[in-house]
């Protein structure tokens, strides 16, 4: 894509870095990883699985630009620390996001994460100097390292979201989208026009 004329880069959770790590130190665009524990307990709350990437090793080899996002839940919050310390320690790691959960379909499943995120950043704010903003992101500069408190309500973005079922959204909040279109899968199927793309579910989307 890149010798297309696009600038690319990639989020991800990590698990496939070090195998795909040619590819990445080619892109040219932010490489971007979710690091939401630094226990393999709640990793395996979190993100399905009881052991980590091994980030020692791969975000050094992710080139000059990196990103970390971390979203704050009822499982991690008492990590703020710890993570802000392990992620900073990064010479390549240019800032960290702090995300709050987002969403237009699950209120009543995340309304607690979103209210500890709230309740949280509220005193974090009072405790630290805001030194400017990224967007509607309050920013701030821990161990030398900008970080940004990100909530995202609404983008004007375009996003196009392929799922390993067959499943396409373009939604820009990824889970809520795949949600919507597998409802509409799940009609067509009820009514004997079954998709054959249709699978397994993933039951952890990053």
């Known amino acids: 894509m890149q010798s297309d004329g696009f600038t690319v880069g990639v989020r991800t959770n990590g698990y496939l870095a070090k195998q795909k790590m040619t590819s990445i130190q080619k892109m040219k665009d932010e490489i971007g990883y979710s690091i939401h524990t630094l226990i393999p307990e709640k990793n395996k709350i979190i ?3 009881d052991f980590l990437p ?3 090793e791969i975000i050094p080899l992710s080139g000059k630009n990196v990103r970390i996002s971390i979203v704050l839940n009822r499982y991690n919050i008492d990590e703020f620390e710890s993570l802000i310390n392990f992620t900073t320690s990064f010479d ?3 800032y960290i996001q702090i995300r709050r959960i987002s969403t237009d379909t699950r209120f009543e499943l995340l309304q607690k994460d979103i209210d500890l995120y ?3 950043y509220d005193k974090f704010s009072k405790e630290n ?4 903003n990224f967007y509607l992101a309050e920013q701030y500069i821990l161990n030398g390292k900008e970080v940004n ?4 309500v609404e983008t004007s973005c375009n996003s196009l979201n392929y799922f390993t079922d067959g499943t396409c959204s373009n939604e820009y909040f990824v889970v809520e989208g795949y949600l919507k279109n597998l409802n509409k899968f799940e009609k067509l199927e009820a009514g004997g026009q079954k998709n054959k ?10």
């Open 197 to 206: 793309n249709y699978g397994q579910v993933a039951t952890n989307v990053d």
């Open 118 to 120: 709230d309740k949280f």
């Open 149 to 152: 408190f990100w909530r995202t």
């Open 92 to 94: 390549n790691v240019k």
């Open 129 to 132: 100097k805001q030194v400017g």
């Open 47 to 49: 993100m399905g699985k």
């Open 54 to 56: 091994n980030w020692k």
